[in-house]
């Protein structure tokens, strides 16, 4: 008598992701990233979302000069089959500036998607991702809106509180006793002038 087994997919662990790197099964230079235990091609950047990124690194290397390391867009654990690369973690400050381990949630003050051809991935499987890890402040930049959408409360099910935020309006780094609450960004300094 046999028994009948349905197919299943093989969800990979970080382990096994990082070896398939380390021994080039996964190609140098491919832009991927473990998501639910699955390799993730991520999107290529084009000039607006890369203009952002360069933005969001000169600014915030100001406002949080030796109070946060700003990682952008390297490895984020989150737990054995999630290792996100977001567009931009504002990091707890550590002297090892995160040298001996990737940063965890626990880590991240803010998370920060760049949003243009990514918007409904980044506002779906992104942010389920990110509620459910803990990550307390996320924002998505929403490129041809030319808006910051602000995520607070994270829950199982999801972020509690979401507010959209455009050009003139300021909003705060960090959450409350973060160490960078008392730090605010126009939005116009993320997305520029048009």
Request: hydrophobic fraction near 40%.
């Amino acid at each position: 008598m046999s028994t009948l087994l349905s197919p299943t997919r093989l969800k990979l662990t970080i382990a096994q992701y990082r070896a398939m790197g380390e021994h080039g099964i996964i190609p140098p230079g491919q832009r991927v990233e473990l998501i639910d235990g699955e390799i993730i091609r991520m999107a290529p950047i084009g000039p607006p979302h890369a203009g952002i990124l360069n933005r969001l690194l000169h600014v915030l290397g100001r406002l949080c000069r030796d109070r946060a390391v700003i990682s952008p867009q390297h490895p984020l654990e989150i737990d054995d089959y999630n290792e996100p690369q977001p567009d931009l973690c504002v990091l707890r400050w550590r002297d090892s500036f995160y040298t001996d381990r990737h940063p965890r949630p626990a880590d991240v003050l803010l998370l920060i998607e760049i949003s243009d051809t990514t918007l409904r991935y980044d506002r779906s499987t992104k942010l389920a991702l990110y509620a459910r890890a803990g990550v307390q402040r996320y924002w998505i930049v929403d490129v041809a809106d030319r808006t910051v959408v602000v995520f607070t409360e994270p829950a199982a099910e999801g972020y509690r509180r979401e507010v959209r935020t455009r050009p003139g309006e300021r909003i705060a780094l960090g959450a409350p006793g973060s160490g960078l609450d008392d730090v605010t960004i126009d939005v116009t300094e993320v997305v520029g002038t048009p």
